[in-house]
């Protein structure tokens, strides 16, 4: 369904030094630094996942009159702000929506593309929807896990918002691709909480599944492991590779190749396989923000548009992975 992106929004946590907080966080300091970041954003406590979601879309949304939004779709990487609690709906009050459709994305880092593809799909199936604004937020829930220690990416809190309007011009829609494979949904979970293993009182605080818990999984043989780190980064290739063909276009007809803000050595791997210039990506805003989770490709976005950097007829492709495990990417033109 055609549609393209006219505004954008976002908000950030507070800009902090990796060099400056790492210690807090993790002895294996030289690790974390060859990751290749500067910064991340960190939201103080009183500040939610809803809280930023809300100032991005508020941002998102000037000039455009709450009534006349017809969807509004949020993803989200981490928890909300409660259980049995629905954000979207909490989203579309907040901001004023009355008539939007709320609804929640939940694949974790590539709910933020895939998020774009149920904007298409209800635009499809409601003829008089015309406006939607989409919403990629993560807040990290420093209780459960550990922001630079959990995993090889070093989150950042923020949100990115972006009008999608039907027909209009600036950054089309113009091809997706999504997939997915369940056999490794078990390596991003939190053990406790859920209705399984419900929390109980008193008992020492639950965390979230890491990356040695991937390695333990494949029983610490670095050859599994690294088959398994591949796996990943060909199947982001893969989708690109589908998107670019559906869209009618070739991967070295992309300005831009937006992948997740992902270290720096994931971000070279993927941008070779893809066939696309590293300076062609997102890894010098990775590099300088961290990873926002579902909200990085409408934050990279953002930036590119306020920049400059993309001109008419520019072809850009998001494209990222997520827990599920999920893949997918949607190919725009400026």
């Known amino acids: 369904m055609d549609y393209g992106l006219t505004a954008f929004g976002i908000a950030t946590g507070e800009r902090a030094a990796v060099r400056d907080v790492v210690a807090e966080y993790t002895e294996d300091v030289k690790r974390v630094l060859g990751y290749g970041y500067?910064?991340?954003?960190?939201?103080?406590?009183?500040?939610?996942?809803?809280?930023?979601?809300?100032?991005?879309?508020?941002?998102?949304?000037?000039?455009?009159?709450?009534?006349?939004?017809?969807?509004?779709?949020?993803?989200?990487?981490?928890?909300?702000?409660?259980?049995?609690?629905?954000?979207?709906?909490?989203?579309?009050?907040?901001?004023g929506l009355c008539r939007a459709e709320a609804v929640l994305?939940?694949?974790?880092?590539?709910?933020?593309?895939?998020?774009?593809?149920?904007?298409?799909?209800?635009?499809?199936?409601?003829?008089?929807?015309?406006?939607?604004?989409?919403?990629?937020?993560?807040?990290?829930?420093?209780?459960?896990?550990?922001?630079?220690?959990?995993?090889?990416?070093?989150?950042?809190?923020?949100?990115?918002?972006?009008?999608?309007?039907?027909?209009?011009?600036g950054l089309r829609r113009l091809a997706s691709h999504a997939e997915t494979d369940g056999r490794y949904a078990d390596f991003f979970?939190?053990?406790?909480?859920?209705?399984?293993?419900?929390f109980v009182p008193g008992t020492e605080t639950p965390s979230v599944r890491d990356a040695w818990d991937v390695v333990e999984h494949f029983g610490h043989d670095a050859e599994k492991v690294a088959g398994y780190a591949e796996e990943i980064d060909e199947r982001t290739a893969r989708a690109v590779h589908r998107a670019c063909r559906q869209a009618g276009c070739a991967e070295e007809d992309l300005a831009r190749l937006v992948l997740l803000n992902d270290n720096a050595r994931v971000l070279a791997a993927q941008a070779a396989l893809i066939g696309v210039p590293l300076e062609r990506t997102n890894a010098r805003i990775a590099a300088e923000y961290g990873h926002f989770?579902?909200?990085?490709?409408?934050?990279?976005?953002?930036?590119?548009?306020e920049s400059g950097a993309l001109v008419p007829g520019d072809l850009v492709a998001l494209a990222a992975n997520g827990r599920g495990m999920h893949w997918a990417c949607a190919v725009l033109q400026r």
């Open 38 to 95: 500067e910064h991340i954003h960190r939201a103080p406590p009183e500040v939610s996942v809803t809280d930023l979601a809300v100032e991005a879309g508020a941002k998102a949304l000037a000039g455009v009159a709450p009534r006349d939004v017809d969807l509004l779709v949020l993803a989200l990487t981490d928890l909300a702000d409660h259980l049995y609690w629905d954000a979207a709906a909490r989203v579309q009050w907040a901001l």
């Open 105 to 169: 994305v939940d694949q974790g880092c590539v709910g933020g593309v895939t998020a774009l593809d149920t904007v298409a799909g209800r635009f499809a199936t409601h003829p008089d929807y015309r406006t939607a604004l989409v919403i990629g937020a993560n807040r990290t829930v420093d209780a459960y896990w550990n922001r630079l220690d959990t995993h090889s990416l070093l989150f950042s809190d923020g949100a990115a918002a972006a009008v999608a309007v039907r027909g209009a011009p």
């Open 189 to 198: 979970r939190m053990d406790v909480g859920g209705a399984r293993r419900p």
């Open 293 to 305: 989770g579902a909200a990085d490709h409408l934050f990279c976005l953002a930036r590119l548009e």
